[in-house]
């Protein structure tokens, strides 16, 4: 993975903490940016990976949500939250979520929307939903469908921090 895209992923992984602490805080993102005193819509590009959180906003969230500020920076946040048994199980994981913010970029910058994807592939939209929030693992041939509708490199995604590619 080169330099610039690594606080790119890592912006992407606080995003969907970020969701995750919010969402199982029972809280909405209109509550959260008025709490932070920022327009809803820039709080959703913090979930989306497109915007970074200031540390002070991270440190607001983190007692909204009643999670350790901790909880945006551990590697092992996801193993403990999500109850995973295994490292192995924590790694792919992690990783599935890695490759959906690397898909969803991918889709921003192609300028397509969901409901694009899901025609090409011929799934639900809420599944492209799924997969780029990482909430479940993308078959092969539905990656390839998706690659080959964005024009994208297969190999140039990466599963892990430091990873070298899938292909």
Same mark, same amino acid.
């Given at each position: 993975?080169?330099?610039?895209?690594?606080?790119?992923?890592?912006?992407?992984?606080?995003?969907?903490?970020?969701?995750?602490?919010?969402?199982?805080?029972?809280?909405?993102?209109?509550?959260?940016?008025?709490?932070?005193?920022?327009?809803?819509?820039?709080?959703?590009?913090?979930?989306?990976?497109?915007?970074?959180?200031?540390?002070?906003?991270?440190?607001?969230?983190?007692?909204?949500?009643?999670?350790?500020?901790?909880?945006?920076?551990?590697?092992?946040?996801?193993? &403990?939250?999500?109850?995973? =048994? @295994?490292?192995?199980?924590?790694?792919?994981?992690?990783? +599935?979520?890695?490759? %959906? /913010? !690397?898909?969803?970029?991918?889709?921003?910058?192609?300028?397509?929307?969901?409901?694009?994807?899901?025609?090409?592939?011929?799934?639900?939209?809420?599944?492209?939903?799924?997969?780029?929030?990482?909430?479940?693992?993308?078959?092969?041939? &539905?990656?390839?469908?998706? =690659? @080959?509708?964005?024009?994208?490199?297969?190999?140039?995604? +990466?599963?892990?921090? %430091? /990873? !070298?590619?899938?292909?």
């Amino acid at each position: 993975m080169s330099q610039p895209e690594k606080p790119i992923i890592r912006q992407k992984i606080i995003g969907i903490l970020l969701r995750h602490a919010r969402q199982k805080a029972g809280r909405s993102q209109a509550e959260m940016a008025a709490s932070l005193h920022i327009s809803t819509n820039r709080y959703a590009q913090y979930e989306h990976g497109q915007r970074e959180p200031l540390l002070p906003e991270l440190e607001v969230v983190a007692e909204l949500c009643g999670v350790p500020l901790g909880f945006f920076f551990e590697d092992q946040t996801l193993v &403990e939250d999500e109850g995973i =048994a @295994s490292p192995q199980a924590a790694a792919q994981r992690i990783g +599935q979520k890695i490759v %959906g /913010a !690397q898909l969803y970029q991918a889709r921003q910058r192609a300028g397509k929307s969901q409901q694009d994807i899901a025609r090409a592939l011929g799934i639900p939209a809420r599944r492209v939903s799924e997969y780029e929030g990482g909430e479940r693992a993308i078959p092969a041939s &539905e990656l390839a469908a998706w =690659a @080959s509708y964005l024009n994208i490199e297969i190999g140039h995604l +990466q599963t892990a921090p %430091g /990873a !070298q590619g899938t292909g």
